[in-house]
């Protein structure tokens, strides 16, 4: 049980970095800085990050109803 715990709190620690990355990283106009993209992820634990972020960014939008 106590990989699993550690498992999990290795990917919440992915995400935090991620939504502290956008956070920071937002702007508008010609000069603002532009997000990053990596064209391969580096690891399996970067693989199932992805797949969590995006069944919240799901969920979040069924609850709120965004589209």
Same mark, same amino acid.
């Given at each position: 049980?106590?990989? %699993? !715990? #550690?498992?999990?709190?290795? %990917?919440e620690? %992915?995400?935090?970095?991620? @939504? !502290? #990355?956008?956070?920071?990283?937002?702007?508008?106009g &010609? &000069?603002?800085?532009? !997000?990053?993209?990596?064209?391969s992820?580096n690891?399996? &634990? #970067?693989?199932?990050?992805n797949?969590?972020?995006? %069944?919240?960014?799901? !969920?979040?939008?069924?609850? @709120?109803g @965004?589209?």
């Amino acid at each position: 049980m106590q990989h %699993i !715990k #550690d498992y999990v709190s290795k %990917i919440e620690t %992915i995400l935090s970095s991620r @939504n !502290k #990355d956008s956070k920071k990283q937002k702007g508008a106009g &010609l &000069l603002a800085p532009t !997000k990053t993209t990596t064209s391969s992820p580096n690891s399996e &634990l #970067d693989i199932i990050a992805n797949f969590v972020e995006g %069944i919240r960014a799901a !969920k979040e939008e069924m609850t @709120n109803g @965004n589209k």
